[in-house]
Nanobody
């Protein structure tokens, strides 16, 4: 079992920045691929960014590419999401997820472990 805990959410003005963190514990492994998803009110959960295991290959949703940066620390089993130039449409609950099979995926069904989420609100 893997426990994922997100932190760093909050309220920020449009154009501002925020950094989210995800800490993994339990049966963690640096071979897991990890990702961030988000869910806005009244909408389905969507993929935001992903990162592979060994190669640290990163990939992003078009809506955040160039504004968000995903990273991971395989020593401390943490993952980050640096969010810059935030927009009101980025408002959502952000979830971190882990895939023990290490796949490069944008689909929720690929990820076995999930955090509880952290709220990000972009508003003036």
């Amino acid at each position: 079992q893997v426990l994922l805990v997100e932190s760093g959410g909050g309220l920020v003005q449009p154009g501002g920045s925020l950094r989210l963190s995800c800490t993994a514990s339990g049966r963690t492994s640096d071979t897991y691929s990890m990702a961030w998803f988000r869910q806005a009110p009244g909408k389905e959960r969507e993929f935001v960014a992903g990162i592979g295991w060994f190669t640290l290959n990163t990939y992003y949703a078009d809506s955040v590419n160039g504004r968000f940066t995903i990273s991971r620390d395989n020593v401390n089993f943490t993952m980050g999401l640096q969010m810059n130039n935030l927009k009101p449409e980025d408002t959502a609950v952000y979830y971190c997820a882990a895939d023990p099979e290490g796949r490069r995926s944008r689909y929720q069904r690929s990820f076995q472990y999930w955090g509880q989420g952290t709220q990000v609100t972009v508003s003036s």
